[in-house]
């Protein structure tokens, strides 16, 4: 069974810095993508960063130069990061860490709360 934590949620004012972590446990030896996903009040789940095993990198254009993603493998566990830095408001959400495994399984973590104060 795959199951992903996310940690690293709080809040922080504008212009701040937060570091998201993931893990990744269970039977996952390789995988398609990894990616953060956030959510926001009254609106639709948007990527916000997403890596490939070769760490190709792609960005959404609102965090492009501010968020930077990155994942490490230790042992039977995939930790994924997200570093954001010059938080805005519109930052808020609730971030959620996303595996797609190489048979095009879809793993979810249970999500972490972001929040930049004005």
């Known amino acids: 069974q795959v199951q992903l934590v996310e940690s690293g949620g709080g809040l922080v004012q504008t212009g701040g810095s937060l570091r998201l972590s993931c893990a990744a446990s269970?039977?996952?030896?390789?995988?398609?993508?990894m990616g953060w996903y956030r959510q926001a009040p009254g609106k639709q789940r948007e990527l916000v960063a997403s890596i490939t095993p070769a760490s190709n990198t792609n960005y959404a254009e609102s965090v492009k130069g501010r968020f930077a993603i990155s994942r490490v493998s230790a042992g039977n566990t995939l930790y994924l990061y997200l570093q954001m830095n010059s938080l805005k408001p519109d930052d808020t959400g609730v971030y959620s860490c996303?595996?797609?495994?190489?048979?095009?399984?879809?793993?979810w973590g249970q999500g972490t709360q972001v929040t930049v104060s004005s």
């Open positions: 269970g039977m996952i030896f390789r995988f398609n993508v």
């Open positions: 996303n595996l797609v495994s190489t048979n095009s399984e879809r793993y």
